[in-house]
C-alpha cells in the first residue's frame, strides 16, 4: 500500500482515529441524550440538539483562534460528556412535559412544524442554565472544566493501563502547548523511557515507560532507558504507585 500511497498511507489509521475516538465525547453526548429522550417517549432528536449545544458551551476555546480543544473531544472529555447529556436532557424532558411552556400553533399547521415549536422554549431555557453556569464556573476559578475534573479524576485512572506500556498523562497534561520535535525514534525496546513527539497530535509530551518491545511509528521519542539491573522493577508497576527516576548519564 506504501508502495501506491506513498508516505501518506501511515496516516490511514490516524484519520479514522480522528472521525471516531477522537470526537468520543461529542458522539456520547448526542447518542446518550437521544436513548434518554426517547426512554421518556419525549422528543430524542431535540434533546440530543440541546445537549450538544449545552456541551461545546462548556469549553473553553483557543486563547489564539477561539478553536474548540481537539485534546477534549475525545475520551479526556468523556466525564463532563456523560454529565451534560444527563442533565440536560433530564431538564429538557421535564419541561417540554409543562404545557405553559408550549406554543399553541394555528390549526392547519403541520404537526413536524408544531413539534419543532413546542420546544423551542424549553430548549432555550436549558441553553441558558447551561450558559449561566460556565459564567459561574468562570467566576469560582474554574475557565475550564474538563482541566479541572482530568486533572485530580480521570487522568489518574489512565495511569498505568496499556499492556505494552505503563502511560503517565499527567505530563502532557503540565507541558499542553508545548513543541516536542522528534528526534530520536529508533524501535522500542522494554525498559525505554518515551515521550510522544508532537506528531502524535493529542498525546504529545505523555511520558510512558515501555513494558515490551514493539516497533516505533516514528513519532515517539526514546529519552532514556531503565538500567538493566533495575527493569525487573517494571513488573511491580500499579496504577496510582509513586515512582521517580534517578538519572544515570553513560559515557
Known sequence: MKGIFGDQWTSFGGNLWNGTFAVMSLLVVVTISYNLAR???????????????????????????????????????????????????????RLLGNKKLIIKMPEGVPPAVAKSFAALFPSMIVLFIFGFFKIFLTAVGVPDIHQAIFTPIQAPLTGVADSYTGCFPQSRVKYKGCDFPAYNTPDIKRGDILIHSSLYQRYVGELEIALKDMRNSGKTNVVGKISESEIFLLDYLESWMKFGFNEKIVF
Open 39 to 93: 426512554s421518556y417517549n419525549s422528543n430524542g432528536l431535540a434533546a440530543a440538539i440541546v445537549s450538544f449545544t449545552s456541551l461545546l458551551m462548556l469549553y473553553t476555546g483557543s486563547a489564539k483562534d477561539w478553536a474548540i480543544p481537539f485534546g477534549f473531544l475525545g475520551a479526556q472529555g468523556l466525564f463532563v460528556s456523560i454529565f451534560v447529556a444527563f442533565v440536560a436532557t433530564e431538564l429538557f424532558v
